[in-house]
């Protein structure tokens, strides 16, 4: 049974980086899935941020393309997301999750971190 | 990409059902058999209920049933029970290889 567990700050400040880590255990971190960085802004729908695969490829939502960065550490099984340029409309609840490869559906998912974006 | 239309609420009374729906694009739910949905109570990660359109995970209440015709996708709750009151998400593949979530529908059970 995969389970997922992110960590990182829970308040970051406007025009910085947040960084949030996934640490994936019961799973070969090296099989052929897909790692996935989702989020939910507070009171609203899910937002599909992006995924890597374990070989490192990487796609991400247009819209935040030029301000995120998913990498995999296949060493210590995790892997992690930073945006940049934060503002507000950042804050939300981020997941990771994951999808195996050859699926098209998330089949295990974290618990979910708050990250509020604040002065 | 633009987020898959979703109602934003659906109500029933017990034992009806209740269907919603996701419509998306001829780039999406039109092109491809990869939409999946997924129920989150409050406070909960999205559980997984119906993959590719019409399959359920090993677990899944079939209660629950999904379809699509040409760009819109549908989830249908039969015999609407009290613990279905949640939201309800779909997502689809998309022509440039990512994906996209609708937004939402809101579950009241009367």
């Known amino acids: 049974q995969v389970q997922l567990q992110e960590s990182g700050p829970g308040l970051v400040k406007p025009s910085e980086t947040l960084s949030l880590t996934c640490i994936v255990s019961?799973?070969?971190?090296?099989?052929?899935?897909?790692w996935v960085w989702i989020r939910q802004p507070p009171g609203k729908g899910l937002e599909w941020i992006g995924n890597?695969?374990?070989?490192?490829?990487?796609y991400y939502n247009p819209s935040l393309k030029s301000r995120v960065t998913i990498s995999v550490d296949t060493s210590n099984n995790q892997f992690s997301l930073r945006l940049s340029s934060l503002t507000a409309a950042d804050t939300a609840v981020y997941y990771c999750?994951?999808?195996?490869?050859?699926?098209?559906?998330?089949?295990?998912w974290g618990q979910g971190t708050l990250v509020t974006v604040s002065s | 990409q633009s987020a898959l239309t979703q109602p934003a609420s659906v109500s029933g009374s017990p034992g009806q059902s209740i269907t919603m729906s996701c419509t998306g694009t001829?780039?999406?739910?039109?092109?491809?058999?990869?939409v999946s949905w997924y129920q989150q109570h409050p406070g909960k990660a999205p559980k997984l209920i119906i993959y590719?359109?019409?399959n359920r995970p090993s677990g899944v209440s079939n209660r629950f049933s999904g379809s699509k015709s040409g760009n819109t996708a549908s989830l249908t709750i039969s015999g609407l029970q009290a613990e279905d009151e949640a939201d309800y998400y779909c997502?689809?593949?998309?022509?440039?290889?990512?994906?996209?979530f609708g937004g939402g529908t809101k579950v009241t059970v009367l």
């Open positions: 890597i695969y374990y070989t490192g490829s990487t």
């Open positions: 019961g799973s070969s971190f090296s099989s052929a899935h897909y």
């Open positions: 001829s780039s999406d739910v039109g092109d491809y058999n990869y």
């Open positions: 999750a994951r999808r195996r490869g050859g699926s098209s559906w998330v089949d295990s």
């Open positions: 590719d359109v019409n």
């Open positions: 997502n689809s593949y998309t022509s440039s290889s990512t994906w996209v």
